[in-house]
């Protein structure tokens, strides 16, 4: 008895021996990248191909609607925006008068998310998180250091900074308006800030310029390979940080993007069609680039909405409630954040809120976007996994972003079961 006893205690002391100590998580997301973008050799990314040969890499699959907040979202729940809750940039809300809805971003994120978080399972397991600049995270209560989109002086973390000469309080002034490549300048700063003296276990990362610049010039211009070479070289500093702390042979780094994009030519101003069908105070089109939501304030006026929609030019799809749910999308009976109807645009057109002129023009110049539906390939983002604990394996195949909550949940020893994905094997 003893003899067997002996055995399980070595057996569960081997086991122990045999699972990797816990190590960090640095999440960094370049918003707008796109997957095709990496098939290009001589795109100016050192940094990211440097994590690329001694990883792994693969093309991600989005979720319905690609657009910013929603798919961040999916990346840190593991479930799709029917379940988590953001369907826009920001928690869409009633308004009870004209327009019907409006997008509200800066409530805080136990009002937005529905769904579980994997930083809520870190620091429910004990470990310490943080954010910068990232999304539908406002007050946060699992989240230890936070660096929000508008920093304020005031801020516990922007003051601390200050005080340690990290940043001015001259810094911040007028940030709301800096133009983007400051911004992310700033943001980088603060990750490396939190990186060297608060060595959280998860970081939370986000850069906006390539974005941007991508919805300014279109993808595959001079413009948005400039924005890709700068996104590298703040990513550079991310992980030089890490060597400078002393954390590289145990950090995790993911690098990620929301959503690819696409290039267009003329623009669909879908409320203009209703208002010369007479319909414009009872249905209103919300525009997210490549697809627009359709609320209309009877539902026995669907069919006069549709038929007023039906045969406008660049409108590709018009999707019924019906149809929602294999989209990954919710009905409005079970969430009144979305609309009846789910406009689809065809390639070069996106939707846009203007109300005056024709419904479909010509761009004032070849524009880009997102937010066509996920099967589009040009809506695929990157994935990119190198460090502790990342066999360098090169290209895996296609993984969807419904997986990374799952993945980081495995780096970091905690649960998630909420996640539907499964994490991506990268070791």
């Known amino acids: 008895m003893l003899k067997i006893r002996c055995s399980l205690l070595l057996m569960a002391a081997m086991a122990v021996q045999a699972q990797p100590p816990r190590g960090k998580v640095v999440v960094i997301s370049l918003d707008g990248f796109p997957a095709y973008a990496l098939d290009d050799p001589k795109l100016p990314v050192p940094t990211l191909r440097r994590l690329m040969r001694n990883g792994v890499h693969a093309t991600m699959t989005t979720i319905n609607p690609t657009v910013t907040w929603p798919n961040h979202t999916a990346m840190v729940t593991g479930v799709p925006a029917d379940q988590h809750g953001l369907l826009a940039n920001g928690t869409i809300t009633r308004t009870g008068t004209w327009p019907p809805i409006k997008v509200e971003p800066f409530l805080e994120k136990t009002k937005m998310v529905h769904a579980p978080t994997v930083y809520d399972a870190a620091h429910r397991g004990g470990l310490t998180t943080a954010q910068v600049d990232w999304v539908a995270i406002e007050n946060a209560p699992t989240i230890s250091w936070a660096f929000r989109e508008w920093p304020s002086a005031d801020g516990p973390l922007e003051k601390e900074m200050i005080a340690k000469g990290a940043i001015t309080a001259a810094d911040l002034e007028g940030f709301t308006k800096a133009n983007i490549l400051y911004r992310d300048q700033i943001w980088t700063k ?8 608060h060595k959280p276990d998860l970081l939370l990362f986000h850069l906006l310029t390539l974005d941007s610049e991508h919805h300014t010039y279109g993808p595959n211009t001079l413009a948005g390979r400039t924005a890709m070479a700068f996104v590298d070289a703040c990513v550079e500093k991310i992980v030089n940080a890490v060597q400078a702390a002393g954390l590289a042979d145990r950090t995790t780094f993911l690098v990620v993007s929301d959503h690819g994009f696409k290039a267009y030519k003329s623009q669909i101003r879908a409320n203009i069609a209703l208002q010369q069908a007479g319909l414009d105070t009872k249905a209103y089109v919300l525009p997210e680039g490549g697809t627009a939501y359709v609320y209309v304030s009877e539902d026995a006026l669907i069919p006069r909405v549709r038929a007023a929609l039906t045969g406008v030019e660049g409108i590709d799809r018009i999707f019924g409630a019906t149809e929602f749910p294999a989209l990954g999308l919710p009905v409005p ?11 689809s645009a065809k390639e070069g057109y996106s939707f846009s809120g203007a109300t005056g002129g024709p419904v479909t023009a010509a761009a004032p110049q070849t524009g880009g976007s997102h937010g066509y539906l996920a099967s589009d ?19 895996l195949g296609e993984v969807s972003n419904l997986a990374i909550a799952p993945t980081i949940a ?13 994490p991506v094997p990268i070791n």
Do not use: C, H
């Open 190 to 197: 603060a990750a490396e800030y939190l990186i060297l003296n």
């Open 377 to 395: 390939p040009d809506m695929n983002a990157i994935f990119i996994a190198s460090g502790y604990r990342v066999r360098a394996q090169g290209r």
């Open 333 to 343: 009976e079970k969430d009144p954040q979305f609309g009846q109807l789910l406009l």
């Open 410 to 422: 495995q780096l970091l020893g905690v649960k998630l079961p909420s996640a539907q994905g499964r």
